[in-house]
């Protein structure tokens, strides 16, 4: 399955989506075609080249909001590392854990969740940080990049033509 690209109007990228959604869009008339792979798409009235990468032809706003709060997206943004020792785990091994805990009005957001091994979570129980004497590695914000973007580009080759628009907002995992 060819995977398009989809950058707003600011050639920013948004997310990566399947060729049907792209040319759903493109027939909406909502992107414009950036860039195009070779491989063409034969229907019965038209001959298309696939695209690779779209843009929007409006302004999503708040394009950070489009980072869903998930749990993959957690650990991507955390690098698969738990934020109290430090170490890197397989997902299955990690979960995430509430800074301020819930049970202390402590919300379930980007500035309050970390990921943490099961292990740490265990330890640090219904206590802050400070009280369970854990340090952070890194205090927990709201991604200003995709992080399931970073994801499938860590996991797949980058079709060449992505190339010029990724160096925006995200890091390319060697
Ligand atoms: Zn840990």
Partial sequence: MEQVLLLNIT???LKIINWKKALNLFFLGK???IEEYDKEIHAVSFVLK???VVRLLKMVRK???L???SRQNIYARD???CQYCGNKFQPEELTYDHVMPKSRGGRTEWENIVTCCVDCNRKKGGRTPPEAAMRMIRKPTRPTWIPALKITIGF???PETWRD???WNVELLE
């Fill in 11 to 13: 050639y920013e990228p």
């Fill in 31 to 33: 992107v414009e075609v």
């Fill in 50 to 52: 696939l695209p690779s």
């Fill in 63 to 65: 394009p950070n909001n």
């Fill in 67 to 69: 980072v869903k709060f």
């Fill in 79 to 81: 690098r698969y590392q």
């Fill in 156 to 158: 797949q080759r980058v």
């Fill in 165 to 167: 628009y990724l160096y």
